[in-house]
């Protein structure tokens, strides 16, 4: 089974100031990892992924995350925020190979500070 | 931009009612899931279901939760006998599901509220 922890239940940051938001997983198999980004009252928004290929990718909004196998981490991050990135981020994975449950870590809440 | 839509978006409910969450997933995604998120609380999967079947579900998802596809666009979650610790976000999601990754696309959520 597959298990996400995002270690930082809340992060504040200055707006402009960089940002980054940990994630580490747990599997036994190959991966596929996510980002999804929740604003308040809204539902769940996909922010980028990690499938295959280059370790370093790009999202909506500015964001991106490198994936890094030795450590079993897939951080998010943005060089600089926005008081409109306040939101809850939920890193989640899946096992790699068609359908898969996707699994989410417990958020972490991003309040930017103005 | 396709997107899953879900009705009602907040159901207030007595204990002990019966309760129906509806979705409408992308039209042409192939499996379809439920997920909870009790307040401040993490995202909890509960069912996958795939070819008319549910093809995975949770240890939260007890004998009170049924789902459905009932006419080939819709998809129902059912609670038979809500309890107040059935108050949570409900968030319908569907994804293609087939080589690749298993991106889901959410709705925007039913929060439902058991008194």
Known sequence: AQSVTQLDSQVPVFEEAPVELRCNYSSSVSVYLFWY???????????????????????????????????TSFHLRKPSVHISDTAEYFCAVSHSGGYQKVTFGTGTKLQVIP | EPEVTQTPSHQVTQMGQEVILRCVPISNHLYFYWYRQILGQKVEFLVSFYNNEISEKSEIFDDQFSVERPDGSNFTLKIRSTKLEDSAMYFCASSMGTTGANVLTFGAGSRLTVL
């Open chain 1, 37 to 71: 980004v929740q604003y308040p009252n809204q539902g769940l928004q996909l922010l980028l992924k990690y499938l295959s290929g280059s370790t370093l990718v790009k999202g909506i909004n500015g964001f991106e995350a490198e994936f890094n196998k030795s450590q």
